[in-house]
């Protein structure tokens, strides 16, 4: 009977907590700009804390036989000055040839140039085409868009109309950038107040359960995002080298969309391989044939991208989350099916979550002694608030 009181009264917390959930859910609905603000200064307060640690716990001697070490405000306060060096040293450097890049893609020379190679690269497809039977000319459609079909003419007018929109999000995202580094500072400063007093709120029962949780999700977030950012900033960096190895003249800007891209997990560095190509097929090359050049260049990306996600992808992230690439990709579709780019920047990390927090329920639930789910790693010290 005490087994069967205690399933009775597992499902009823389950259920318990399952309408608690969708009660919280249907409520961020109305505050999901704020809700998705706070997740993101979360994710990168997970990302720095292990650096805030790190310079915590460097003792500079001793004073009056104490040891003297930074408090936790200045730990904060000298990352983000390095921080803000960092970024200052990378626009000064790079803030030349970006300019010069934009430039030209809004030079109406460089862009009639442009034009006039699809036209060329699109009518060789279309006699190509008109090999097998099918009678379409894609070409015409650039040279003179109004003969375009209305259904097509429709999406091009939603696509116009969502870049507006999305520039102008851009725009405000820039502005909104300073407060999740606000909200950032905030919480590494606070988390372990933060944490102590969630902790101090539990039974005595289910402290220890809850510490051992906190950890777990301190490593999945920290790792995921740590992992995510490196193999980022990795590709994005072997991406403008290879641009410019091959005579791409926007090889910075491309580089930076492949850093955002790859933010993406699995898929997304091979968006970032697409304008690539794409410009290796309209641009002068160090390559005598453009194909060529576009060939050469799909096969540097599909080199990065597959040592990417099958040497780095799994050391630096894949043993964070604990997922296999099959269920990542999985979530990630889900993700994105959900909520878009955002769901596909969260899928995994959250998922890996609640994978873990169903393994610590069912330990507590038959009793069973609670560790790491992978305790043979050796967790990240951090002080972050993981209620």
Same mark, same amino acid.
């Given at each position: 009977m005490e087994k069967w009181t205690r399933l009775l009264v597992f499902l009823a917390t389950w259920l318990s907590m399952i309408a608690l959930i969708a009660v919280l859910v249907r409520l961020t609905f109305y505050i999901q700009h704020t809700v998705l603000l706070f997740a993101l200064s979360t994710l !990168?307060? /997970?990302? !720095?804390?292990? #650096?805030? %640690? *790190?310079?915590?716990r460097v003792k500079f001697g001793k004073y009056r036989g104490a040891d003297v070490a930074l408090s936790r405000s200045g730990s904060v306060a000298i990352v983000f000055i390095l921080l803000v060096a960092v970024v200052i040293f990378a626009v000064l450097a790079l803030s030349r040839?970006?300019?010069? @890049? &934009?430039?030209?893609?809004?030079?109406?020379? &460089?862009?009639? @140039?442009?034009?006039? %190679?699809? &036209?060329?690269?699109?009518?060789?497809?279309?006699?190509? !085409?008109?090999? *097998?039977?099918?009678?379409?000319?894609?070409?015409? /459609? #650039?040279?003179?868009?109004?003969?375009?079909?209305?259904?097509?003419?429709s999406v091009e007018s939603d696509v116009e109309r969502s870049t507006v929109v999305f520039l102008g999000a851009l725009a405000m995202s820039l502005g909104e950038t300073v407060i999740v580094l606000l909200i950032t500072v905030y919480l590494l400063i606070y988390s372990a107040e933060m944490k102590r007093k969630f902790n101090a709120l539990l039974p005595a029962s289910l402290l220890s359960h809850a510490e051992v949780w906190e950890e777990d999700v301190n490593r999945i977030l920290g790792g995921f995002v740590r992992g995510q950012l490196t193999i980022s900033i990795l590709l994005g960096f072997a991406a403008a080298v290879a641009c410019a190895a091959v005579g791409i003249r926007f090889w910075l800007l491309i580089g930076l969309f492949v850093v955002g891209a790859s933010l993406i997990p699995v898929f997304g560095p091979y968006i970032g391989a697409a304008p690539a190509v794409i410009l290796a097929l309209l641009t002068p090359t160090h390559f005598a044939s453009r194909l060529v050049a576009a060939v050469v260049l799909l096969l540097v990306f599909v080199t990065i991208n597959e040592a990417a996600s099958k040497v780095l992808y799994p050391r630096l992230v894949g043993r964070a989350i604990g997922l296999h690439e099959v269920l990542v990709l999985f979530v990630l579709f889900a993700? !994105? %099916?959900?909520?878009?780019v955002v769901g596909v920047l969260f899928a995994a990390p959250f998922t890996a979550i609640a994978l873990a927090t169903v393994v610590h329920l069912y330990r507590f639930w038959l009793n069973l002694p609670d560790s790491l789910i992978f305790s043979h790693e050796k967790p990240l010290p951090t002080e972050l608030n993981t209620s």
């Open positions: !990168l307060a /997970y990302a !720095l804390d292990p #650096v805030v %640690e *790190f310079l915590r040839p970006a300019i010069h @890049q &934009v430039r030209l893609i809004g030079d109406p020379r &460089v862009q009639a @140039q442009y034009r006039h %190679e699809a &036209v060329r690269l699109l009518g060789e497809g279309d006699r190509q !085409l008109a090999l *097998f039977g099918v009678h379409h000319s894609v070409s015409d /459609y #650039v040279k003179n868009p109004s003969t375009l079909p209305p259904s097509i003419r993700g !994105l %099916e959900i909520d878009g």
